[in-house]
């Protein structure tokens, strides 16, 4: 039997194991083509025919019809802040931030290199337990766009409902809670992800752009970097992440075997709600770090109200196959990454632990 923990590391993150084991039994001979995805020409039938089907379902999924185009490109999602404004923030105008957290905060900080980027609201003051809403800031309706973190992967924040923009372009790291639940993608000029959190493996960032958009990319920027020219040869230019882009796809079309982004949403629901119920539930023990209204369903952010505890059940839980619960060392304490592929069986064992551990510690 093969040994699998309970991992709820905040990324990279769980796979489901249906696709692990289909990786590996396909890695030596993709489908009697007698080598491995690994080895074969990203322009061969048989890698276009994997490339063309990951676009397909992650467009079917986001929703992308015929406005946006779905990119496959390299460098992580901290790339893209920098490739963001590259392209869609033009000389003499400017750029709205929303900072909710480390993220959201280097993606600003990395806008402004480029061309001038505000912040037009920052939960700073707040140790980020919070996602602004409508009336904490005033769009500009001159913006070449608005960017925020739809899921705040640290302080265990998750905006409920996109930010209101008016004709203001959205863009949003999506990369901790892409996938996790449907959106309306019309008002979005982008949407990117690290594949790592939500979608699949290292090594693919995956962008959603309106086409409309496309062209704000100048011909002065890195080819790579270029979104119309990216868009232009499908993510073909040069040599795609393939096994990153071949994992990303078994993911998105085994999501939609499981019913999509509706049924997802409700197993998403449940899982956030068993621990939130037992954080909720466990007499001030347990204290979470978000804000009710602010709550993440992907990353949960808790401290034991006696801090000198948290050591303690780190090691318990360790003991038990429960890893990945140390808290980012900004905020401290603990934090449950549960993304799409952490299975229910996993966080009933972690919620029948925490309720045992607040038992006889309490
Ligand atoms: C992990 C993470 C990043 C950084 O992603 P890289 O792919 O490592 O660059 C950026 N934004 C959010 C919201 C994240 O969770």
Known sequence: ?????????????ALPLEV?????????????????????SHRSAIYDGVHT?????????????????????????????????????????????????????MALAEAQKQGSARELYSSAEHGHDRVPSTGDYSVDPQAAYLHYTSNNTIAGTQYPDPPQSGAVPLVCDMSSDILSRPIDLAPFGVVYAGAQKNLGPAGVTVVAVRRDLLERSGSQLPDTMNYAKMAAKSSLLNTPPVFAIYITGLVAAKLIA??????????NEAKANRIYGVIDGSGGFYRGHAQPGSRSRMNITFRCSNHDLEPVLLEEAAGLDLSGLKGHRSVGGLRASIYNSVPQTSIEVLAQFLEDFARRHG
């Open 53 to 105: 089907k990951a676009t397909e379902d992650l467009a079917s999924l986001l929703g992308t019809g015929d406005t946006h185009d779905i990119l496959f490109m390299g460098g992580g999602a901290r790339t893209q802040f920098a490739t963001v404004a590259m392209n869609l923030l033009p000389e003499g105008s400017s750029a709205s931030y929303l900072t909710t957290g480390r993220w959201s905060e």
């Open 258 to 267: 499981d019913g999509g982004l509706e049924a997802v949403t409700k197993r």
């Open 20 to 40: 692990l084991e289909q990786v590996q039994r396909d890695l030596v001979d993709y489908q009697d083509s007698g080598l491995s995805i690994l080895e074969m």
């Open 1 to 13: 039997m093969t040994h699998r923990i309970h991992n709820f590391s905040a990324g990279p993150s």
